[in-house]
């Protein structure tokens, strides 16, 4: 039985082959407290209807992927290619969903890839269009949660790989509706990492959780407690950070590659996950006695 200490969420990245509708009835079932919405799953024509299933499963809501989530291109999303069109579709997105989930909802974000190399660019951009995102997104209502992506992904899906950069532009931006979103498989190889968790507060928005093995592809994460990903140091920053919000499994995991978890039974997928952050939440909680 989960425990009171914390709560687990689930990405539907990690049941890609499953329907939004499966996703939503088999996650309770599981003991999952909430979901994260990836908007390509949903019906354009259906959308009231199907979010409407969320709390009537009592799942609560940890986040939002919209379809286009980039500034810039990125590998899956090549277009369209200018930011501006691409902020309009976020823009719409936000719009779409924000009425059917809980009010500080966050919609994750990353950069895309700079073009050229243009890194510079793309920081100067980032700086000033998601200051007006994030005033777009509090007044319906919800966040914007900004995620550095792995250095594996550099250049190809982000302009930003480490925590401390992506919280660099947090502090440009200077709203309360921009914080970060915190994924162990993407920044654990950050500069001064558990330092700089610690101290990132309630900037952080969203936290997810996968572990890694060297990748053999552009998707290729790991059960928790499966890889060799300093786990219970990570949880540990991150709960004296301050963050009371669900731990949200996301797994990607190519059907190209051999083994794929997309292409195991989901079930059983779904309680590795959580028996593999259990275990890792009891032994950081272990470090921190008084909040135990």
């Known amino acids: 039985?989960?425990?009171?200490?914390?709560?687990?969420?689930?990405?539907?990245?990690?049941?890609?082959?499953?329907?939004?509708?499966?996703?939503?009835?088999?996650?309770p079932q599981h003991g999952i407290d909430s979901i994260e919405i990836t908007e390509f799953k949903l019906d354009p024509h259906r959308y009231a209807e199907q979010l409407a299933l969320i709390p009537a499963a009592r799942l609560g809501v940890s986040s939002?992927?919209?379809?286009?989530?980039a500034l810039y291109p990125t590998k899956l999303q090549p277009e369209p290619t200018a930011p501006a069109d691409r902020l309009r579709h976020i823009r719409n997105s936000i719009e779409r969903i924000a009425p059917h989930v809980p009010p500080g909802t966050p919609f994750v974000v990353i950069t895309g890839a700079p073009p050229a190399g243009a890194v510079r660019e793309v920081l100067a951009t980032a700086a000033k269009e998601f200051g007006e995102l994030a005033r777009f997104a509090e007044a319906h209502g919800v966040r914007v949660a900004l995620e550095p992506l792995?250095?594996?992904?550099?250049?190809?899906?982000?302009?930003?790989?480490?925590?401390?950069?992506?919280?660099?532009?947090?502090?440009?931006?200077?709203?309360?509706?921009?914080?970060?979103?915190?994924?162990?498989?993407?920044?654990?190889?950050?500069?001064?990492l558990l330092e700089?968790?610690?101290g990132a507060g309630d900037r952080i928005f969203v936290v997810q959780v996968s572990d890694w093995g060297a990748p053999r592809g552009y998707y290729d994460r790991l059960v928790p407690g499966d890889g060799e990903l300093p786990l219970v140091p990570l949880v540990d920053a991150i709960a004296r950070s301050g963050f009371a919000g669900p731990y949200v499994v996301e797994i990607f995991s190519s059907e190209s590659i051999p083994g794929s978890l997309w292409l195991t039974d989901l079930d059983a997928l779904l309680e590795r996950s959580f028996l593999g952050f259990d275990k890792i939440w009891h032994a950081a909680a272990a470090l921190q006695p008084a909040a135990s």
């Open 150 to 192: 792995n250095p594996t992904l550099m250049n190809v899906d982000s302009s930003v790989w480490s925590l401390g950069d992506a919280l660099r532009i947090v502090d440009q931006v200077d709203h309360p509706a921009f914080g970060v979103c915190v994924d162990t498989w993407n920044i654990w190889q950050s500069p001064n």
């Open 1 to 27: 039985m989960r425990p009171s200490a914390y709560t687990i969420g689930v990405s539907e990245f990690t049941t890609w082959p499953w329907t939004f509708e499966h996703d939503v009835e088999r996650y």
């Open 64 to 69: 939002v992927q919209a379809l286009i989530h």
């Open 196 to 198: 700089t968790v610690r």
